[in-house]
């Protein structure tokens, strides 16, 4: 009989505890929320107030230092044509004159047309002296794909240089290629873009999503939230903070 009380209690105590933790988990859980909804709050009124022109600092942008800004944007919210036309037309009025948009699956490609007609001053980038004229926007528009398919070009263009090396000094030693290596062969298949400076992701992965790795090397990335949800003073939030920002290292 008194094993059985014992046991009752302890399975009291056990109980008080465990919603002792359940109150405790929810109590930290409602602060949490609390202080995220308040972030959130302070990050829109913020957005809005740089929008409106209150903020006078974030009018002085640096764009000497902005010389190639990606977007990189997930191939669904991609879909959303109206909304990259808008953001495109915002970096326009801020004057950033050079810009790659991506996204994995070639949705942004298919949409160049309809994106390209309702940019007044915007051309396509393929070349290196497409950037030579500043008074016009060049845009850059990337996949997965074309990443996939430079490497792979690459890659043969080295191996056929090597096999040729091979049989021209008779040298059949193991031949390591190196990073350098590698730039080079994408420079000669013309598909060595410029290194982004900036690249800001739409959408609700905080990655990269599959954007030429070799091009980001020194880049800034930084996640800007979903695309329906994107805020005009965000956007100069966004450049103006990697603006003042002093890089320690170099390309």
């Not at 919603?19 to 929810?26: D, E, P």
């Not at 905080?206 to 005009?232: D, N």
């Amino acid at each position: 009989m008194m094993d059985l009380r014992i046991d009752m209690q302890r399975a009291s105590f056990a109980q008080i505890g465990n919603l002792g933790l359940l109150l405790l988990w929810h109590i930290v859980h409602l602060f949490v929320s609390i202080w995220y909804f308040l972030l959130g709050l302070a990050y829109v009124l913020q957005s809005y107030l740089i929008s409106g022109g209150v903020l006078k600092s974030y009018k002085a942008l640096n764009l000497g230092k902005l010389r190639y800004l990606a977007i990189v944007i997930e191939s669904e919210e991609a879909y959303q044509t109206l909304k990259v036309i808008e953001l495109l037309q915002w970096l326009e009025a801020i004057g950033v004159k050079r810009v790659c948009l991506y996204d994995t699956e070639g949705v942004l490609k298919k949409s160049k047309e309809a994106i390209l007609n309702k940019l007044k001053n915007a051309s396509e980038f393929k070349a290196y002296e497409d950037l030579v004229d500043q008074n016009r926007m060049a845009l850059e528009i990337l996949s997965f794909s074309d990443g996939k398919e430079a490497v792979t070009k690459a890659a043969n263009l080295l191996f056929v240089k090597y096999l040729k090396l091979a049989k021209s000094v008779g040298d059949h030693e193991e031949k390591i290629f190196t990073e350098p290596n590698m730039d080079e062969a994408l420079k000669a298949i013309s598909c060595r873009g410029p290194d982004p400076d900036l690249l800001l992701v739409y959408g609700p992965a905080r990655c990269h999503l599959g954007f030429p790795a070799w091009r980001i090397r020194y880049t800034e990335i930084v996640h800007m939230g979903q695309l329906k949800s994107m805020r005009y003073g965000s956007l100069i939030k966004a450049i103006y903070m990697f603006t003042t920002v002093r890089q320690n290292y170099g390309k």
